[in-house]
Every structure is written in C-alpha cells, then in structure tokens.
C-alpha cells in the first residue's frame, strides 16, 4: 500500500510480503470460530483510511497509488481486462469502480510492482443475487456482481521508470500510453466506437446509450476529440492521454493512506466527548446498533458483532483491512454467512491456494455519500482472497475471489 503526501518527495511503500502465505484450505472441516477470534488479536493489521489527495497527481498510475471511487489507474495501461471481466455476471452491466490497494510483493521479481483491483455493481438487487452465486463450489459456474483483479509488473518494464517516482517535478496529466477508455465511465476499455462520428469509444452498448442521451447526441457531428473529449489524439485504440469522463455516478475519489493498527489502543471507557472525530455520534451509533442487533440470528452472530465492533471501534473511520501475516483470517462481524475452507476455490491460474489478504468495510459507503435507504448498496465486510503464490501468467489482469457477507437477514446459504 502507497501513502504520498504533499511533504513527502518519494513513494512510501509498504512492501507487501504475502508470497510465502500458506493455504487457507486444508484437507477436513469448516473455520473453527473461537479459534479464529482469538488468533485476530494477535495479527498485525494495516488499516486504510480515505482522505482527500493533498496532490491530485499523486494518483496518476506512475505513482502506484491506492485509492477510492472514481477512475481506476490501471497498472498496466493496455492490456486492460476482457468484457466478461468488466461486467456484473447478474445484470450484464460494467460493473463500478470501488478502490484499488498497491500491494507489491517483497524478494519476488515478477511482483515488484502490483496492484488488487476491486469492482462491483452499484445495484444491491445484483448484491443479493451474488450471495448465492458465491455458495457455489464450482468458480466457472459463478455469476459474481462482486470482482477482484490483480495486475503485476517486475521492476523492469515496458511502462515505467525502474527508479521511483518523485512528486517534487512539474508532471502532466498526459502522461504514458495507454488503452483508449470507454468517453462515459471513462474505466474501461473503449473498444466499441461511435458509427457516426468516429471518435467516441465504450466499452459497452448501454453507456454508448446513456452518453448519447445524455451529450453526445448534440456533440456527435461536430465532435472533435482533441478538443472536446480528449486532450489528445487516439489512434489503433490507444492513447497518451486521459480523457474527458462524461459520467456522473462514479463514486467520489480518494486516497487510501495506511496506519498501522497497533497505533491505535483499545479505550473501553468512551465518554461523549471522544465521538467529537467520529462519523455518527453516539445516539446515532446506538439506534443502528440496535438495528443490526434485530436482524442478528442467535448469541453466535452477537459475540461476533460485539468482538468486531470492540476492534474496528478503535479506528471507527478505517475503511479497509489489510494484513500481510501468514496466518490471517478475516475479522467477520458476524457468525452466520462465513465462508468454509471448502468454499474459498483454487487459482484459477495455478491450481494453488488462494489465501486472504484484505478485506473492505461498509464505512467506505458513508465517504461516497451512499445513501442509508432500503435499496441502498450495503455490505457487513467483503473479504478478498488472492493466489498465495500470486502466480505470473500471460495475461494483464487475472481474476482473484471476493467473498462478501451481508447481514443475517439478506444473508442466505442455499
């Protein structure tokens, strides 16, 4: 994970040694539940926070940022993921952009530089759906609204200084070549083209819809895309610049900085004043405690709330988990809807072990304005498993697992 603020001239990057990881699959049984909670208090964790980037520039892709909302800066610029990749297995939509975490690899060449990239659809009908496609023990056979990428590149490569970045020098936002993007989200990989004018790219025939709904049937003939929808020329479907997104639901942009966890102390004694840099204050806090508590199915879902609350309270605006330690299990807020050994799959790649590696709360939503209706896009936590070996194939951006657990009411295992 990468933090750059405006004082530091060079990339401060934690280097990420998750390639010795062992399997989190063996041979017989489910997760035993106590033995997990207790071995959670004693796992170093790195915590995310999302802030508002001191330097915009900070998150151009030649600075590996991690970062929320948005647009994703692709690690690398043009092999960008095919269409099943980019669409929700539900609805057949391009799925949503949530955040991206640099995670490289420590002692190993091929991941000196890498990259988790996380999507999903922005509907909470397709979330609902997904829970019973994650059941499925079979991954060909899963229909995800929920998707992680990985992207890794070795020191020496075909986009990139083998030397670090440094924010003390003038840089412009065009910068690099990389695969011309879809005009609306402005994601993913324009490779359908505007029949009349030529020049404006999607990457599927519903945003080409809504673009020319919403602008570019006024533009179209006189569209020109050096000046109105890009700030350079494209040629072979490939650009040297970032282009104009025309899009107004993406997810608002942050950077994801990291603390180390045991920074923080518990404090069991919390009085009125310390919820002063909280999100909600305490009669908020207690009216959706007692919320959740109702969907809550037996005294196992409530000792687990109650452990996970006791160690994200700690850190009550972290919006992410990230752990390098060998043996790390995610922190579930509840009992019911974890997954088994059996249920987390096989690379699809290697046939190796996937094993967990960062997991994403729902504080993320409150940053990007989510609202707390009943159809609103909601989650308890999703967990991301990746290939222990974080295996090197021919393709740019392989697809890694994400379990998501939902609260017990909407939370079902067929």
Not at 34 to 55: A, H, I, R, S
Request: hydrophobic share 30%.
């Amino acid at each position: 994970m990468v933090a750059i603020t405006s004082e530091e001239t060079e990339i401060d990057v934690l280097q990420c040694s998750v390639g010795n990881t062992i399997s989190l699959q063996d041979s017989d049984g489910d997760y035993d539940h106590e033995e997990e909670e207790d071995d959670e208090e004693e796992e170093p964790v790195t915590l995310g926070f999302v802030e508002k980037p001191k330097n915009p520039n900070s998150l151009l892709p030649q600075f590996f940022p991690s970062k929320a909302g948005g647009t994703p800066a692709w690690l690398d610029p043009l092999g960008l993921p095919s269409e099943k990749s980019r669409t929700c297995g539900i609805c057949g939509d391009p799925l949503q952009f949530l955040l991206q975490v640099y995670a490289p690899i420590n002692g190993k060449e091929s991941t000196f530089h890498r990259t988790l990239f996380v999507f999903m659809c922005s509907s909470m009908t397709c979330l609902l759906q997904d829970q019973h496609q994650q059941w499925k023990r079979r991954p060909e056979k899963q229909r995800r609204s929920v998707k992680v990428l990985r992207c890794q590149l070795p020191r020496s490569n075909a986009y990139y200084s083998s030397e670090p970045p440094r924010l003390d020098k003038a840089i412009s936002r065009s910068s690099g070549v990389g695969a011309a993007l879809c005009n609306w989200c402005g994601t993913w990989k324009g490779d359908k083209v505007c029949s009349r004018c030529r020049n404006a790219r999607y990457c599927s025939k519903k945003h080409q819809a809504v673009h020319w709904l919403s602008v570019h049937k006024k533009a179209c003939k006189q569209m020109n895309i050096s000046s109105q929808f890009s700030k350079s020329s494209t040629s072979n479907g490939k650009t040297t610049s970032n282009q104009v997104v025309a899009s107004n639901v993406l997810w608002p942009e942050f950077e994801i900085i990291n603390e180390d966890e045991a920074e923080y102390e518990y404090d069991t004694e919390v009085s009125e004043n310390d919820y002063s840099s909280s999100l909600v204050f305490p009669k908020q806090k207690d009216e959706a405690v007692e919320a959740m508590m109702g969907d809550f199915e037996g005294d196992d879902d409530r000792r687990s709330w109650t452990s996970f609350q006791v160690r994200v309270g700690k850190a009550p605006e972290q919006v992410l988990r990230y752990t390098q330690d060998s043996k790390a299990k995610p922190l579930w807020p509840m009992a019911s809807g974890r997954p088994s050994k059996a249920d987390i799959p096989k690379c699809n790649y290697c046939d190796g072990p996937l094993c967990f590696e960062m997991q994403i709360l729902p504080q993320l939503l409150y940053f990007f304005g989510v609202k707390n209706d009943v159809d609103s896009l909601d989650w308890a936590t999703i967990a991301v498993y990746t290939c222990a070996d974080s295996c090197k194939t021919s393709l740019a951006y392989k697809e890694e697992f994400a379990w998501v657990q939902l609260n017990s009411q909407t939370t079902t295992q067929p």
